[in-house]
């Protein structure tokens, strides 16, 4: 796709390696914007993202940038990135990891631009991807032809007398990604393919193998939660999200639950964690994943 030149100075362009600082520091800009105004009354006040988190935002969308470069955008004003849109194709599936346009730079149709390049990438593919409640956003999701399905999150420190005996599950391997793959094809219709190795190298997986009811989970111990779950049955789903539960030591998280997974809301209840509305699961194409918690920036 060739560059996109409106009426302004704004540019819509491919994202290249010399990009992502520049990239990192618009996202945290219009995240900490979009959370400050979605904050609820009794939450802390959102910060900035720490040099951590912004490292982990360069190492994640730096290599999917390796992976899949024809679905990374960015906009760029006089040489200072103001929007980007990241998107990845994964076998007959797309998703969108992450997208956003400075506060100061909404209104002015950047990002239907940015949307429109990133789509144009998906080449008709079913796609899914995180959305916030941002009006402007959520319209444009909509007449892309995306439904828009409630999420849900439970937040909260687990209340450890509530926690069941766990059996059944080992640390997963290199060896699994294969049997996992599969899995994700018939709850997703893809593979994560290689997300799955990125994702192993960070992050702890645990796995239930036993035929007719595999699973698995992804736990980021960094920040104190699960990051995808995927599995063959509801009871597996409730395991593995029981053993997440159990691995955290502080304040957790459990998101991306749609109402088709209101299992894991059982689970969050039993454990004593909050439950709250959070933006939604925006599909094309595909039903509900179920039973299947998303991740962020892998979906």
Not at 133 to 142: D, K, Q
Not at 231 to 259: F, G, H, P
């Amino acid at each position: 796709m060739s560059d996109h030149v409106g009426m302004d100075s704004v540019r819509i362009r491919p994202l290249t390696p010399d990009d992502l600082p520049g990239a990192e520091r618009a996202s945290a800009v219009t995240f900490l914007e979009a959370d400050r105004l979605s904050r609820r009354w009794d939450e802390p006040e959102p910060e900035p993202p720490d040099a951590a988190a912004s490292r982990r935002w360069i190492d994640t969308i730096g290599y999917l940038l390796s992976v899949d470069p024809g679905g990374c955008w960015v906009a760029e004003d006089s040489g200072t990135i103001v929007g980007f849109a990241i998107s990845q194709n994964r076998g007959r599936v797309w998703y969108l990891a992450t997208y956003g346009v400075l506060p100061g730079q909404q209104g002015k149709g950047i990002g239907r631009r940015l949307m429109d390049a990133a789509l144009a990438h998906a080449d008709g593919r079913p796609g899914l991807f995180s959305a916030t409640t941002h009006p402007a956003a959520t319209r444009r999701y909509r007449l892309a032809g995306f439904t828009l399905h409630p999420q849900m999150r439970m937040v909260g420190r687990v209340d450890r007398s509530t926690l069941p005996a766990i059996s059944g599950l080992r640390q997963g391997r290199p060896e699994d990604l294969e049997w996992m793959d599969q899995l994700d094809v018939r709850l997703r219709g893809a593979g994560h393919g290689p997300d799955h190795l990125h994702m192993l190298e960070g992050l702890r997986l645990v796995v239930s193998d036993a035929s007719g009811r595999r699973g698995y989970v992804y736990i980021d111990h960094d920040r104190d939660r699960p990051a995808l779950l995927a599995a063959a049955d509801i009871a597996t789903a409730e395991t593995l999200l029981w053993e997440a539960l159990a691995s955290t030591r502080d304040q957790t998280l459990v998101n991306c639950i749609t109402t088709a997974n209101h299992w894991a809301v059982d689970v969050g209840l039993a454990a004593r964690l909050d439950l709250a509305q959070e933006g939604y699961l925006a599909l094309r194409g595909m039903a509900e994943p179920t039973p299947y918690l998303a991740s962020g920036h892998y979906l």
